[in-house]
């Protein structure tokens, strides 16, 4: 069925796209976990198009699908698939998906910590690695600076001072990337 379903979330007919984005968001709470083994496709076919649209119906119904999602599906299934769309998507959906990550950070951290920094630490270094000074991102990523101070500061509060230790492996620029927004946000 969701073979099916998935190029419905990303329709070229936007109609037909917002009703497969509501009509998930339905399916949600419904199906919780159950929804594991097709999160990897599915994710995608949400966030790709949907959270860079300029169709705000769209937007915000991507949007609320991604909130479904973190509220009803095992935050540890997501980890992966945020992490992956946070790291390499461009604009406001690389924005979103980085500050719903710093929320799954909050969530996750306690239960799975070695996974958790496993997978975000790749994500932050890459994020502090490529900001400019601006808070910019080279190409069409927008501003991230917002959205990488709370991914910093959730890092921050689960780690402490373990996540300056780990910094300073990184080349010089990302660890005083990190401290400018530790400063900012504390």
Known sequence: IFDAFKSRLHDSNSKV???ALETMHKMIPLLRDNLSPIINMLIPAIVD?????KNPGIYAAATNVVQALSQHVD???LLQPFCTKAQFLNGKAKQDMTEKLADIVMELYQRKPHATEQKVLVVLWH???NMTNSGSLPGAGGNIRT???KLSKALFT????????QAA???SHIKKSLEELLDMTI
């Open 17 to 19: 796209n917002l009703v």
């Open 127 to 129: 994020l502090l690695g």
């Open 75 to 77: 935050n540890y299934l």
């Open 169 to 171: 492996s990184q080349p």
């Open 158 to 165: 689960q780690m402490g001072q373990n996540l300056l230790n």
């Open 49 to 53: 198009n949907n959270l860079n649209s």
């Open 147 to 149: 959205a990488t101070a």
